[in-house]
């Protein structure tokens, strides 16, 4: 079946363009996470979804983040008014559960270059 | 608070040759998840393996073992006989009461031919 899928997979955005993001999970999973990874380090938390709601958004680094998952499948993450440090790539991932236990799935990543 | 640290940031190793992956975390948690997960040049992150804290058995899948030791808090990664297809940056992660990862920064594994 298909895995999570991620729109566009690369985008370049002057500084102070709103951007927005796109995260389509596997069909019929319960959770799904956004992560910042940026250059050379390892993925970092931004927010959490189970279904609709927005369990945890203690991660999003600035309120110019914004997430939504407004019937509970695809996800859009943006970001309004873009600085260059929102450069990075931008992960989704989704888990079919809403424990602990599962493991996520993660899409390719949406790299994001703010000029 | 959870960490996770991957002390190695670049290893170099020649095809066939063993290779182990270090990996240590830190949690107040007595019930917590480790991950390790692999990211190809593509970028995707690819799921390796999960272990709950409360299974200490060392597992291999192939090529890939893992050793698991809550006394040292290290969850070691080992591939034999690795192949250049194995180049990628590896991630370790722990997933504590909350739901979402913390991820380790990464040891980036090249494989020479």
């Known amino acids: 079946g298909a895995g999570v899928s991620q729109s566009p997979r690369y985008k370049v955005a002057k500084r102070g363009q709103d951007v927005a993001l796109r995260c389509d999970p596997i069909?019929?999973?319960?959770?799904l996470f956004w992560y910042q990874q940026a250059l050379g380090q390892g993925p970092e938390f931004l927010t959490y979804?189970?279904?609709?709601?927005?369990?945890?958004k203690s991660g999003l680094p600035s309120d110019r983040f914004f997430a939504e998952r407004p019937e509970g499948s695809v996800s859009t993450l943006k970001i309004q008014r873009t600085q260059q440090e929102d450069s990075a790539v931008y992960l989704c991932?989704?888990?079919?559960?809403?424990?602990?236990?599962?493991?996520?799935?993660f899409g390719p990543g949406t790299r994001l270059t703010v000029l | 608070a959870q960490k996770v640290t991957q002390a190695q940031t670049e290893i170099s190793v020649v095809e066939k040759e063993d290779v182990t992956l270090d990996c240590v975390y830190e949690?107040?948690?007595?019930?917590?998840?480790l991950f390790w997960y692999k990211q190809p040049p593509s970028g995707e992150l690819v799921f390796l393996i999960r272990?709950?804290?409360?299974?200490?058995q060392n597992e291999i899948s192939g090529r890939y073992s893992w050793n698991f030791q809550k006394s040292t808090s290290s969850f070691n990664f080992t591939i034999t006989a690795s192949q250049v297809v194995d180049s990628a940056v590896y991630f370790c992660?722990?997933?504590?009461?909350?739901?979402?990862?913390?991820f380790g920064s990464g040891t980036q594994l090249t494989v020479l031919p």
């Open positions: 991932a989704s888990s079919s559960t809403g424990t602990g236990r599962n493991e996520q799935f």
């Open positions: 069909s019929g999973h319960v959770s």
């Open positions: 979804f189970q279904n609709e709601a927005q369990l945890d």
């Open positions: 949690t107040r948690d007595t019930t917590y998840y």
């Open positions: 272990r709950n804290s409360f299974d200490e």
């Open positions: 992660a722990l997933r504590e009461s909350a739901r979402q990862l913390t």
